[in-house]
């Protein structure tokens, strides 16, 4: 079990400018999210996937926002024409669940990607 | 929508004694989970206890205990025997049944003195 692992840990953009985060989960983990957190807060829903289906987008995630799982492993994130309110940092997670609806898994977190938009 | 609320930003205990970190919800579901969850300073997030809301029995892991309210809506984290490496940001976290996503309390800021 090597955890999850996101990458950049950090990265510095200017504004307008296009970013990709990378999440590869837990092996063998179907369930991946992704959260934002902003300093001294707690991390907001963004979107999650079940194998390589979304199944779930939040009103947070604006049309500058996608994410894909292809084959149901790794997931990008990514943010198009990033603004001053992005910087943030972007959260993965992943949890092992053995059935569609949610059961008390837990989700295990990756070290986040520090976003800093210039 | 379901709520978080964690209305102490900050707490301290001295090491060695006992702190309870306090957390309510809102929800208009029966059945849901509750979580704690740690997030030390520039590291990554880990869990630290859970709780099924079917079940009556508070849940416990080592020092770590919890005190389930339902009917108050209340989940609040008992840290026995504080360590300083308990020292970090304590998030309550709720999930339903009905869907994956977790929603987070705003956090409180747990000071361990030796």
């Known amino acids: 079990d090597t955890g999850v692992s996101q990458d950049p840990r950090h990265k510095i953009t200017k504004r307008g400018q296009n970013v990709t985060f990378r999440c590869d989960p837990i092996s063998e983990h179907n369930r991946l999210y992704w959260y934002r957190q902003t300093l001294g807060q707690g991390p907001e829903f963004l979107t999650y996937f079940q194998n390589e289906a979304q199944l779930e987008k939040s009103r947070l995630l604006s049309d500058r926002f996608s994410a894909e799982r292809p084959k149901g492993s790794f997931s990008t994130l990514e943010i198009q024409r990033t603004e001053q309110g992005d910087s943030a940092m972007y959260l993965c997670?992943?949890?092992?669940?053995?059935?569609?609806?949610?059961?008390?898994?837990?989700?295990?977190f990756g070290d986040g990607t520090r976003l800093s938009i210039l | 929508a379901q709520t978080v609320t964690q209305s102490q930003p900050e707490m301290s205990v001295q090491e060695a004694e006992t702190v309870t970190l306090s957390c309510t919800y809102d929800t208009s579901e029966s059945d849901y989970y509750l979580f704690w969850y740690k997030q030390p300073p520039s590291r990554q997030m880990i869990l630290v206890i859970r709780?099924?809301?079917?079940?009556?029995q508070n849940a416990t892991e080592n020092r770590f205990s919890v005190n389930f309210q339902k009917a108050a809506k209340s989940f609040s984290l008992k840290i026995s025997d504080s360590q300083l490496g308990d020292a970090a940001m304590y998030f309550c976290?709720?999930?339903?049944?009905?869907?994956?996503?977790?929603?987070f309390g705003q956090g409180t800021i747990l000071t361990v003195h030796p």
């Open positions: 976290a709720y999930r339903g049944t009905s869907y994956g996503k977790l929603t």
């Open positions: 709780q099924e809301a079917y079940k009556q």
């Open positions: 997670a992943s949890s092992l669940e053995r059935k569609l609806s949610a059961g008390n898994q837990p989700q295990h």
